[in-house]
C-alpha cells in the first residue's frame, strides 16, 4: 500500500506541476495514474483529500483556483515559483557557514531537516559542503524524545500538553502554551504559559515523561510582546546562599577549589598530608552535601554546622547499609535494542524522491552516496529507483515516463536519470529546513573566530529572504522568524573559557602544539598533557580541544573548563596520519565492550542520572525507584559517584564495588568524630 501511494502522490505532483491550469477533482481522477483502483467517487475523495493534505504537509504548494470562466468548480495546480527552491547565490564564505549551520544538527533532531537542505541547496547549484572538517566543530544534542513536538508546536504557535515528572516529586499533568526553547549547558528547556498554573513556567525536556500531544483545535497562541526566553529560564536558576569553610587535603578537591572564593594553604608540604581551607559558595545544604560526600575522606566540612551535621549523615546511611538479600545479580548486559532500520512511510518515500530527482540531474551521484545520506540501505534505494521509473506524465507512455537506468544502478551504483523535467528544480526549504540552519548559525556566532563574522549576517539574511518568496512567502517568513526567534542556543562560558577557546583557536590555525595542565574527569586529579590540536568542539554546551595527545598516545577531547593552564609551546603539531576525529554521534562519553557494567539502583530523587548519563540499560521499579545499568572504563569514578548520591542510590552489582563503596564512605565518617 505504501509503494501505491507514493507512486500515487509522486504522479499527482508531477501532473500539477505540469500543467498551467486549474485541473478538476474529476480530471485528476481520470488523468493520474493510481486513482483509476478507487471504485467509488467517495472513495476516491477521501483518498483525494488525504493525498492533499499530505502532500501539503510536506512543504509541496497546492493551489485552488476556479478550472474555467464557466464554471465555479474547484480546481488544483502546483505553481513553479511557490513551488521551487528561489535562486539563492552563497559566496564561498557564506556557503561555508551553511555547511557548518547544517553540521551542527548532525546528531540531533533535526538533523534530517538540516541535511535536506543541505542537499536541496547543492541540487540548485549551491556549493555548500557539510562534510567539511572545519577548525570548528559545533555539535547539538537534541536526545529529548520531547524535543520535536515542541518545535512544532512553538512553530504552528499550539499547545502542548504532557505529563511531568520533577525531581523527587510524582507525575503531574501540564499543559502549557509554549513561547520557545532553549539550550543552557547543554539541556533544553521549553519555557511558556502554564494553563493550569496559570503563570508562566519553565520545563526540563528530559524530565517530560511519555508523549507531547500537540492541541491542534482552537486559535493560535499569542506570545507576550517583548518576552525573552533566555530571561526567563535563567530566572529558575538559584542563586548561592551562604558559604561552607571545608578542610580539604592538599592535591585534592580540585573541583571546588576552582568554585572556592578563598584557599588559606595549611602548614608543611603537599606531600605530607597538608590540609588547607577553602571557602566554598553553595546554593543549599543538599547540594553542598552532593558535592563534597563524593571527595570521600579528602573533604571534611567544618561549617556551617547544619552542613558538617548533614554530611556526616549521607555517608553514615551508605556505611551502615547493609546489602539485601539476593542484591548483587551480575549485571546485564544493558546493551541496547538494535535499532529497526528506517521506516518508508509513504510522506517520507516522496520527499526523498523530490529531492533525489534535480540532485540526481546535476550530479554524478551514485547509490552508497544516497543510502548513507537518507540512512538507508541501498536495497531500498534500488527500490525507490525502481518506484521513480512507474512515475511519469498522464498518458504514461515510455516518452512520458521517467527515465532511470536501473541496470547501472545495480551494476555500478551509478544513477542516471532522464525526462523528468517536471522534478528538474529542488522544491523550495521547508520552515523546519531553513528554521533549522538559521539557528544553526546562531549558534556559530558563539564560536571563537566567528563572532560577529559578517557572512554569518549575509548567510542568515540570504536565508530569510528565500523562504519570502513565493505565494505563501508571508506565511512561510514568518514561521522561519518565528523559529529563529523562539529557539535559542547559547553558549553560558566563563570569560576564563571563552579564552582558552580564542587561545585553543590560535594555535589550532598556527599549527602549534599546546602543554595542558588538565582536570580529569573521572578521577580528582591533575595531569600534565602535551596535545596536537585538530578541532575545537561544542557539545552539550561545554567546549571542547580535540587532539592528538601525545601522553596517551590517542586521540582525546579537553573540556575547556577543566584546563587549569594552557602553554602554547614553539613547536609545529605533528597529528599522526592514522589519527581519526571522534565520533560524537553517541555524545562526546566514548565505551567500549571492554568496560566495567555498574547497575544502580536509584531513588525518585536520583532518576535524573539516567537523563545526565548514557545508560544502556534502564528498568523501572515499583514507587518511582529506577534500575540503571551503565558503561565505565573507570569503576573508581563510580565509587565517588555512589558516595555523592548517598542514600539515594545503591550499587546493585558488581558486589565487590558495592563494598567498595561501603568502605570508602566509613574512612570518610572518620573525619567527623
Given at each position: 500500500m505504501s509503494r501505491r501511494k507514493t507512486e500515487r502522490q509522486l504522479n499527482l505532483v508531477i501532473c500539477l506541476l505540469a500543467t498551467r491550469r486549474f485541473?478538476?477533482?474529476?480530471?485528476?481522477?481520470?488523468?493520474?495514474?493510481?486513482?483509476?483502483?478507487?471504485e467509488t467517487s467517495a472513495a476516491f475523495k477521501r483518498m483525494f483529500e488525504r493525498d492533499k493534505k499530505e502532500l501539503r504537509e510536506s512543504g509541496i504548494p497546492i493551489e485552488t483556483g476556479s478550472a474555467d470562466v464557466w464554471s465555479e468548480e474547484e480546481g488544483y495546480r502546483i505553481s513553479r515559483a511557490d513551488y521551487e527552491l528561489p535562486e539563492i547565490e552563497l559566496l564561498p564564505d557564506e556557503a561555508a557557514v551553511l555547511g557548518?549551520?547544517?553540521?551542527?544538527?548532525?546528531?540531533?533532531a533535526l538533523g534530517d531537516a538540516a541535511a535536506n537542505a543541505v542537499l536541496k541547496l547543492r541540487a540548485a547549484g549551491v556549493p555548500v559542503d557539510s562534510d567539511a572538517a572545519p577548525s570548528v566543530t559545533p555539535v547539538l544534542s537534541t536526545d529529548e524524545p520531547a524535543f520535536l513536538p515542541i518545535w512544532q508546536a512553538v512553530r504552528d504557535r499550539r499547545s502542548v500538553r504532557f505529563d511531568y515528572r520533577k525531581p523527587?516529586?510524582?507525575?503531574?499533568?501540564?499543559?502549557?502554551?509554549?513561547?520557545?526553547?532553549?539550550?543552557?549547558?547543554?539541556?533544553?528547556?521549553?519555557?511558556?504559559?502554564?494553563?493550569?498554573?496559570?503563570?508562566?513556567?519553565?520545563?526540563?525536556?528530559?524530565?517530560?515523561?511519555?508523549?507531547?500531544?500537540?492541541?491542534?483545535?482552537?486559535?493560535?497562541?499569542?506570545?507576550?510582546?517583548?518576552?525573552?526566553?533566555?530571561?526567563?529560564?535563567?530566572?529558575?536558576?538559584?542563586?548561592?546562599?551562604?558559604?561552607?569553610?571545608?578542610?580539604?587535603?592538599?592535591?585534592?578537591?580540585?573541583?571546588?577549589?576552582?568554585?572556592?572564593?578563598?584557599?588559606?594553604?595549611?602548614?608543611?608540604?603537599?606531600?605530607?598530608?597538608?590540609?588547607?581551607?577553602?571557602?566554598?559558595?553553595?546554593?543549599?545544604?543538599?547540594?553542598?552535601?552532593?558535592?563534597?560526600?563524593?571527595?570521600?575522606?579528602?573533604?571534611?566540612?567544618?561549617?556551617?554546622?547544619?552542613?558538617?551535621?548533614?554530611?556526616?549523615?549521607?555517608?553514615?546511611?551508605?556505611?551502615?547499609?547493609?546489602?539485601?538479600?539476593?542484591?548483587?545479580?551480575?549485571?546485564?548486559?544493558?546493551?541496547?535494542?538494535?535499532?529497526?532500520?528506517?521506516?518508508?512511510?509513504?510522506?517520507?518515500?516522496?520527499?526523498?524522491l523530490l529531492m533525489l530527482v534535480p540532485y540526481a540531474l546535476s550530479h554524478d551521484v551514485r547509490v552508497p552516496e544516497v543510502a548513507a545520506h537518507f540512512g538507508l540501505s541501498e536495497k531500498q534505494v534500488l527500490k525507490d529507483l525502481s518506484l521513480l521509473w512507474m512515475c511519469g506524465l498522464p498518458g504514461y507512455t515510455p516518452g512520458d515516463l521517467i527515465d532511470v537506468d536501473l541496470d547501472a544502478a545495480r551494476s555500478t551504483g551509478e544513477i542516471i536519470i532522464g525526462n523528468a523535467d517536471p522534478l528538474a528544480q529542488p522544491l523550495r526549504l521547508t520552515a523546519d529546513e531553513a528554521a533549522s540552519l538559521v539557528v544553526g548559525v546562531g549558534l556559530l556566532?558563539?564560536?571563537?573566530?566567528?563572532?560577529?563574522?559578517?557572512?554569518?549576517?549575509?548567510?542568515?539574511?540570504?536565508?530569510?529572504?528565500?523562504?519570502?518568496?513565493?505565494?505563501?512567502?508571508?506565511?512561510?517568513?514568518?514561521?522561519v522568524d518565528r523559529l529563529a526567534g523562539a529557539v535559542e542556543v547559547r553558549l553560558d562560558l566563563s570569560d576564563e573559557v571563552r579564552e582558552l577557546q580564542r587561545?585553543?583557536?590560535?594555535?589550532?590555525?598556527?599549527?602549534?602544539?599546546?602543554?595542558?595542565?588538565?582536570?580529569?574527569?573521572?578521577?580528582d586529579e591533575v595531569t600534565e598533557r602535551d596535545v596536537d590540536p585538530m578541532t575545537l568542539v561544542v557539545q552539550d554546551g561545554h567546549a571542547f580541544l580535540e587532539g592528538w595527545c601525545r601522553l596517551r598516545e590517542d586521540v582525546r577531547l579537553f573540556r575547556l573548563d577543566r584546563v587549569l593552564d594552557m602553554t602554547v609551546l614553539p613547536v609545529l603539531a605533528e597529528v599522526p596520519s592514522t589519527a581519526r576525529h571522534r565520533d560524537l554521534s553517541d555524545g562526546v562519553l566514548q565505551t567500549s565492550d571492554a568496560d566495567a557494567l555498574v547497575t544502580l539502583e536509584l531513588e525518585p530523587r536520583a532518576r535524573w542520572v539516567t537523563e545526565e548519563y548514557v545508560c544502556t540499560a534502564v528498568e523501572e521499579l515499583p514507587d518511582g525507584r529506577v534500575r540503571a545499568t551503565l558503561r565505565t572504563p573507570a569503576p573508581g569514578w563510580v565509587r565517588r559517584f555512589a558516595l555523592r548520591l548517598g542514600p539515594h542510590a545503591r550499587v546493585v552489582a558488581p558486589a565487590e564495588l558495592a563494598e567498595r563503596v561501603r568502605h570508602d564512605a566509613r574512612r570518610a565518617l572518620n573525619g567527623y568524630v
Open positions: 485541473l478538476t477533482a474529476r480530471e485528476i481522477r481520470a488523468t493520474v495514474a493510481g486513482y483509476a483502483e478507487a557548518l549551520a547544517a553540521r551542527a544538527w548532525r546528531y540531533a523527587g516529586a510524582e507525575v503531574t499533568p501540564r499543559q502549557l502554551d509554549p513561547w520557545g526553547v532553549v539550550n543552557v549547558h547543554g539541556r533544553w528547556y521549553v519555557a511558556g504559559y502554564d494553563r493550569d498554573r496559570q503563570a508562566s513556567r519553565v520545563f526540563r525536556l528530559s524530565r517530560i515523561a511519555g508523549e507531547v500531544t500537540v492541541l491542534r483545535s482552537g486559535p493560535p497562541i499569542e506570545v507576550p510582546e517583548g518576552v525573552d526566553v533566555r530571561s526567563v529560564v535563567r530566572a529558575q536558576r538559584p542563586e548561592a546562599e551562604g558559604v561552607a569553610r571545608l578542610r580539604v587535603r592538599a592535591d585534592s578537591g580540585h573541583a571546588l577549589r576552582r568554585a572556592a572564593l578563598r584557599i588559606v594553604p595549611g602548614e608543611g608540604p603537599a606531600e605530607d598530608g597538608r590540609w588547607d581551607r577553602v571557602d566554598y559558595p553553595f546554593t543549599d545544604v543538599a547540594a553542598l552535601v552532593a558535592a563534597v560526600a563524593g571527595f570521600g575522606e579528602r573533604v571534611v566540612v567544618e561549617a556551617p554546622p547544619e552542613a558538617r551535621e548533614a554530611t556526616e549523615d549521607h555517608l553514615r546511611a551508605v556505611a551502615t547499609r547493609e546489602p539485601q538479600s539476593g542484591e548483587h545479580l551480575a549485571a546485564a548486559d544493558g546493551e541496547p535494542a538494535a535499532a529497526g532500520g528506517r521506516g518508508v512511510a509513504s510522506s517520507e518515500q516522496l520527499r526523498r556566532g558563539e564560536l571563537p573566530g566567528m563572532a560577529g563574522s559578517d557572512a554569518l549576517k549575509r548567510a542568515g539574511e540570504k536565508l530569510r529572504g528565500a523562504a519570502e518568496q513565493g505565494r505563501n512567502a508571508s506565511e512561510q517568513a514568518e514561521a587561545r585553543c583557536d590560535e594555535a589550532l590555525r598556527a599549527g602549534q602544539r599546546v602543554h595542558l595542565r588538565y582536570l580529569s574527569g573521572y578521577a
